[in-house]
Structures are given as C-alpha cells and as structure tokens.
C-alpha cells in the first residue's frame, strides 16, 4: 500500500525557517518525480514545488522561489521541502503527492502556521 | 503559465441531480487535464485523469469530457456523500501545474 506520512509542521515566526519532510514506502520511491502542494486556510490548491526522481529537474512556484529548497534522499524513501524567510502568506497545510502527470497519492498534510 | 478558470465556485443542488462542472484553460492543453475531490480536513482525491479516464474504485456516477480548452465533470446523479469541493487541475507542458479555484458542492 502506498503511503506518504508528512512532518514537520508548526508554528514559526515570520521571517524564520522550517523543514518538512515526507516519508514514502509501499512503492519504488526512486522512480518517481515528488511534489509539494499547499493550501491555505479555507483557499484553493496551490502546486509548489517538484523535483524528479534522481534531483535531475527542479522546480519552484514564483511564490517560494528563492526562499524554499526541495531536495530528496532515495536512500530513506523520503522527501523534504526546506522553508526559508517564511511569511504569513506561506501558512498553510503542506502536502507531499506522487508524481504521474495526475496526483494520485497525496499524504494527509501537515499544517504550517507563520506568525507573531 | 496556463490559467485555469474553473465555474461555478460555488453549487447547490438535490440528491439525485445532475450536476456539472466547467474548467477552462488559457491555451490548448490537450487532454491534459484532472479532477480532484476533497473532503474537509482530508487530501484531495483523484477522480478523473486525462478529461475522461475515470480513476479505479471511482463510482461510475462520476465522467469528464473535453479537450483543447474547454473541459466538463458531471456527476449523474448527486448523492448525499459527494458533498466534497471539486478541483481541475492541469499538466500539460509539465509544470507548473496550475489548479481551478474549486467548486464547494452543497446539498439543497
């Protein structure tokens, strides 16, 4: 069965850092390009980042570009998204989501609050 | 990056109606296109890939159509557990992938 477990998540100050990880098993983790996806509270779906399956390809939405790193470790089956110079806008439940074009496994989220 | 423009954001409607969804892109993607469900406090779910493949285990209730620009979900006949919100999403050209605003589905 596969599963996607997310952590990491917590209250953070503006301006401070955070790294999310996520924690496939049930399938072949190094085959598969990885996303993040986030929403913020009572919004819409939000893709953030990707990277593929050997860290070949990179990708970052406009809004965390710069500021946000994904990175993967094959060897632990698990994902990261490290969050830098975080702001209020960035509050949201973050998820981890296999990559097939479609989404189709998505972990169940885990929540990311900036403030003061 | 492609636009997606997804109506109406929100639906009421009686168990048993049919009910439909549209989502349009801001430049031809092909069929390139899902639907998602999602539940309050859940991830969200795939339904539909690639306009009109309908996901293993999904109801048959469920369909999507169309290409290009122009895309439609329709479910057959509304029951009391579909109250979800509904999302496209699209992946043509890779990334980014770029998602509709959602439609809340509520019960009348």
């Known amino acids: 069965e596969v599963q996607l477990v997310e952590s990491g998540g917590g209250l953070v100050k503006p301006g401070g850092s955070l790294r999310l990880s996520c924690a496939a098993s049930g399938f072949t983790f190094s085959s598969y390009s990885m996303n993040w996806v986030r929403q913020a509270p009572g919004k819409g779906l939000e893709w953030v980042s990707s990277?593929?399956?050997?860290?070949?390809?990179?990708y970052y939405a406009d809004s965390v570009k710069g500021r946000f790193t994904i990175s993967r470790d094959n060897a632990k089956n698990s994902l990261y998204l490290q969050m830098n110079s975080l702001r209020a806008e960035d509050t949201a439940v973050y998820y981890c989501?296999?990559?097939?074009?479609?989404?189709?496994?998505w972990g169940q989220g885990t929540l990311v609050t900036v403030s003061s | 990056d492609i636009q997606m423009t997804q109506s109406p954001s929100s639906l009421s409607a009686s168990v048993g109606d049919r009910v439909t969804i549209t989502c349009q892109a801001s430049q031809d993607i092909s069929n390139y296109l899902n639907w998602y469900q999602q539940k309050p406090g859940k991830a969200p779910k795939l339904l539909i890939y690639d306009a009109s493949n309908l996901e293993t285990g999904v109801p048959s209730r469920f369909s999507g159509s169309g290409s290009g620009t122009d895309f439609t979900f329709t479910i057959s006949s509304l029951q009391p557990e579909d109250i979800a919100t509904y999302y496209c999403q699209q992946y043509d050209n890779l990334l980014p992938y770029t998602f509709g605003q959602g439609t809340k589905l509520e019960i009348k």
């Open positions: 989501a296999r990559d097939e074009g479609q989404l189709v496994y």
């Open positions: 990277i593929s399956s050997s860290s070949s390809y990179i």
